[in-house]
């Protein structure tokens, strides 16, 4: 679970927040109360980055590193998806 935190006081101790975030406890940042930013560990984020790249389609799919191979089913839904791109371009 995030733990929230306004800008300010991340600011005075950016360290030791970002050495929670490696340690696997993302940090939400806030400003006048509001989330605006979170600090997580680089590896949350390109599963982050992977999960968007896959889109809703992928569906359970798009949570690659989830299981062993998963990482390919991933990739074989997103080569489906374009193909059916490329031929309804194609039809036009």
């Not at 940090?27 to 999960?51: F, N, S, W, Y």
């Given at each position: 679970?995030?733990t929230?935190?306004?800008?300010?006081e991340?600011k005075?101790?950016l360290?030791?927040f970002?050495?929670?975030?490696?340690?696997?406890?993302?940090i939400?940042?806030?400003?006048?109360?509001?989330?605006?930013?979170?600090?997580?560990?680089?590896e949350?984020?390109?599963?982050?980055?992977?999960?968007?790249a896959?889109?809703?389609?992928?569906?359970?799919a798009?949570?690659?590193?989830g299981?062993?191979?998963?990482?390919?089913?991933?990739?074989?839904v997103?080569?489906?998806?374009?193909r059916?791109?490329?031929?309804?371009?194609r039809?036009?």
């Amino acid at each position: 679970m995030a733990t929230e935190y306004p800008i300010a006081e991340v600011k005075a101790k950016l360290g030791q927040f970002v050495r929670d975030a490696e340690e696997g406890h993302p940090i939400v940042i806030t400003r006048h109360g509001k989330p605006v930013a979170a600090l997580v560990r680089a590896e949350d984020l390109a599963q982050l980055e992977r999960l968007r790249a896959a889109g809703p389609a992928a569906g359970l799919a798009s949570l690659a590193g989830g299981w062993e191979g998963s990482d390919e089913l991933v990739q074989a839904v997103l080569e489906v998806r374009e193909r059916a791109r490329r031929e309804a371009a194609r039809r036009r």
